[in-house]
């Protein structure tokens, strides 16, 4: 039994900040291979922010220097700060963990942004 879950999610202005967190079973918590991706309406899933099975961190360009990746291992947690939120970030947030050849994932947590 593997779970990813998700919170932090919500209703926000244009301009604003969310903190998301995603919290992991135990038995497939690393760094390593965890991140963030998010679905837009009408668009396809897409990759946000990972921790690469490397050991860095890859940002989509859409959101680099505004979003940022975070851990705390002691909480089996990932986080995803979200700030100068825009419209475009309206999307379904999910998180993503790859382990020992299988992809793991949240059940996704809504951000919605107004303009």
């Known amino acids: 039994q593997v779970q990813l879950v998700e919170s932090g999610g919500g209703l926000v202005q244009a301009g604003g900040s969310l903190r998301l967190s995603c919290a992991a079973s135990?038995?497939?918590?690393?760094?390593?291979?965890m991140g963030w991706f998010r679905q837009r309406p009408g668009k396809q899933r897409e990759l946000v922010a990972i921790?690469?099975?490397?050991?860095?961190?890859n940002y989509a360009d859409s959101v680099k220097g505004r979003f940022t990746i975070s851990s705390d291992n002691a909480k089996n947690t990932v986080y995803l700060q979200m700030n100068s939120l825009k419209p475009e970030d309206t999307a379904v947030y999910y998180c993503?963990?790859?382990?020992?050849?299988?992809?793991?994932w949240g059940q996704g947590t809504q951000v919605t942004v107004s303009s």
């Open positions: 921790f690469t099975i490397d050991g860095t961190i």
């Open positions: 993503y963990k790859f382990r020992y050849g299988n992809s793991y």
């Open positions: 135990e038995s497939i918590f690393s760094i390593n291979g």
